[in-house]
């Protein structure tokens, strides 16, 4: 079936060090989400990218999506302990009934102050 | 704000139970889902439902079956449990059309079976 990967799975980094998640899907997506699970918690949704070629910015994080609408990726500046958590991607995919959101694995994010 | 409550934080349950966890949400939305989470293998969609009494399978519906009677209420039922049926439940929600709205999710229901 459909799936949007996304790498890497676990990101170990020193507080104030960037932080990068890539997201890449094998068909073209409609929309791309970001959600953050903080740990304990549920997924939160973050943002989305609709159109081709799509940059949006929250505070320290940056959010891109590819020309051909088929990867994204999320930067994050200068981390900060409150960024730990897990980070999902999630692509909207046509099709069916409704369409459906496919979500990548996750990259786990540890900051180390 | 959206509101999606899980009925219970913690279940435990035996082997060849039927178990029932229940969703619901106060925001009129149109769409609800279920999902498991597993370590290593992200958020795995088991059924979705776009109206009431509506439903569609997700990736992995084997062993499970829903509920939708109500536009608020949406259901998922263990018909037998089994161990392997161990692990965190999500349900979301959302308004349509279903890939391209945000999904709002709910605390989470950690299911274990004995």
């Known amino acids: 079936g459909q799936q949007v990967m996304q790498i890497p799975q676990y990101q170990h980094v020193q507080e104030g060090e960037d932080f990068t998640t890539y997201c890449n899907s094998s068909?073209?997506?409609?929309?791309i989400q970001w959600y953050k699970q903080r740990p304990g918690g549920h997924p939160v949704f973050l943002i989305q990218?609709?159109?081709?070629?799509e940059v949006k910015k929250q505070k320290r994080l940056t959010f891109q999506f590819g020309e051909a609408k088929k990867n994204s990726s999320l930067h994050i500046t200068a981390t900060q302990t409150t960024d730990v958590g897990t980070y999902f991607c999630?692509?909207?995919?046509?099709?069916?009934?409704?369409?459906?959101?496919?979500f990548g694995k996750g990259t786990k994010l540890s900051v180390k102050p | 704000d959206v509101k999606v409550t899980q009925s219970s934080r913690y279940l435990v349950k035996r082997t060849g139970e039927k178990v029932f966890l229940e969703c619901v949400q106060d925001m009129d939305h149109e769409n609800m889902f279920w999902y498991r989470q597993d370590p290593g293998l992200g958020l795995r969609l088991i059924y979705f439902?776009?109206?009431?009494?509506?439903?569609e399978k997700g990736d992995i519906p084997e062993g499970y079956s829903v509920s939708r009677e109500k536009k608020e209420r949406f259901s998922l039922i263990l018909e037998s449990a089994s161990t392997n049926q161990t692990s965190m439940y999500l349900c979301?929600?959302?308004?349509?059309?279903?890939?391209?709205?945000?999904?709002?999710f709910g605390d989470g229901t950690r299911l274990s079976i004995l």
């Open positions: 979301a929600s959302s308004i349509r059309p279903v890939g391209n709205q945000p999904q709002h």
């Open positions: 068909t073209t997506l409609s929309n």
């Open positions: 439902s776009y109206d009431v009494k509506m439903k």
């Open positions: 999630a692509g909207g995919v046509r099709g069916g009934s409704q369409g459906n959101l496919i």
């Open positions: 990218l609709v159109k081709s070629g």
